[in-house]
């Protein structure tokens, strides 16, 4: 059972690159998420969707952007990577949004924007 | 602003040790609390509480949350090593049928041998 996988664990870009974080999960969970974490912020929402189809923007959006075509799948785009882009990035999956039921977090992405 | 703070920021015991985890917060329509354990990669889930007075309890490890004073706190009873992590705290909140969950900045323990 494999659960949430993220892709790649580390990735290093200069300014100005563009990827993609790739997120899939095997538990048939509606709602999914990405955050990234930062030394003394927290956890911070970037975007989220609520089903296939369906995204929507959190806390820290800016630069980024989303797509959700199945619901297994939720990757994350770096538009023009920026040094303050620099974090560590987490795919989360649950049953329900919010506050509802627990998620699901992957590994992890280590990304540096030099 | 919707707030979740956790005291302390560190803290660092001796194996055999009980810690007292906390975490204060400041939300509109408050939902819920959720713990979480992280280790080396991703957090892992530990309670959700929802009704206060109410502990939930797994192994060594319990919480409670008081809806009046708008706090929960995390016990650790008799520490091992392997419970070294960052403790973190989320609150769950609704408002204007937008649903929130908002993060602490976590607690960082260490347990010695």
């Known amino acids: 059972n494999a659960g949430v996988t993220q892709t790649p664990k580390f990735q290093v870009l200069k300014t100005g690159q563009s990827m993609t974080l790739q997120c899939a999960q095997d538990?048939?969970?509606?709602?999914m998420s990405w955050y990234r974490q930062d030394p003394g912020m927290g956890l911070r929402l970037i975007h989220y969707?609520?089903?296939?189809?369906?995204?929507d923007q959190g806390e820290v959006p800016n630069g980024y952007n989303v797509s959700r075509s199945t619901t297994e799948d939720f990757p994350l785009r770096l538009l023009s990577a920026a040094p303050s882009q620099t974090s560590v990035y987490f795919c989360?999956?649950?049953?329900?949004?919010?506050?509802?039921?627990?998620?699901?977090f992957g590994n992890g992405t280590r990304l540096t924007v030099t | 602003e919707d707030k979740v703070v956790q005291s302390p920021l560190s803290l660092v015991v001796h194996e055999g040790d009980t810690v007292t985890l906390n975490c204060s917060y400041e939300?509109?329509?408050?939902?819920?609390l959720l713990w979480y354990k992280q280790e080396k990669k991703a957090p892992t889930f530990l309670f959700m509480l929802?009704?206060?007075?109410i502990e939930k309890k797994s192994g060594r490890l319990s919480s409670i949350l008081d809806k009046k004073e708008l706090f929960s706190i995390l016990n650790i009873t008799a520490t091992q090593t392997g419970d070294s992590a960052v403790y973190l705290c989320?609150?769950?909140?609704?408002?204007?049928?937008?649903?929130?969950?908002?993060f602490g900045k976590g607690t960082k323990l260490t347990v010695n041998p």
């Open positions: 538990m048939n969970h509606e709602y």
């Open positions: 929802t009704s206060s007075g």
């Open positions: 939300v509109t329509n408050f939902r819920s």
């Open positions: 989320a609150v769950g909140s609704s408002q204007g049928g937008s649903e929130k969950l908002v």
């Open positions: 969707s609520v089903g296939a189809g369906i995204t």
């Open positions: 989360a999956s649950s049953l329900g949004q919010g506050y509802r039921s627990p998620l699901h």
